[in-house]
């Protein structure tokens, strides 16, 4: 298990990797919790083509929470419609900081139906770590 993840931020300049700001604990837990979600098969001849992705949040004081949702963007390029102010999360926009691949990674590409529940378990199994979690 890992004692950090990594937070994806993309920008203007591209993509970059940087540690995110999690204690352990913290990191180990949210892992677990999100390991036990999971990707349903989907039927021959389909191509799926929605993601789920997890955001970062960080608020005043160091506090941090997490936003689930649900896209049939890639995970970057709807984070940063969020920031860009497109059909965004205001929570997202103003509190973003980037995104936590290795909570959401194993679940896509997904189906639209089984991206619905993958959203709804993942922010339940995310939740249950004590993080504070938000929805779109």
């Known amino acids: 298990m890992p004692d950090w993840i990594s937070l994806r931020v993309p920008g203007a300049d591209g993509v970059r990797s940087v540690r995110a700001p999690l204690d352990a604990e913290t990191t180990n837990a949210l892992v677990r919790a999100a390991r ?60 973003g900081i980037g995104l936590l691949p290795a909570l959401y990674r194993h679940l896509n590409p997904l189906d639209r139906d089984p991206s619905i529940e993958a959203e709804i378990k993942l922010a339940v199994a995310l939740r249950a770590t004590g993080m504070r979690v938000h929805q779109a």
């Open 36 to 95: 036990t979600v999971h990707r349903h098969a989907w039927p021959k001849g389909t191509s799926p083509h929605y993601s789920v992705y997890v955001v970062l949040l960080e608020y005043v004081g160091a506090r941090f929470r997490l936003y689930v949702g649900r896209t049939w963007h890639m995970p970057e390029e709807r984070y940063a419609s969020h920031k860009a102010g497109t059909r965004d999360a205001g929570r997202v926009r103003l509190h």
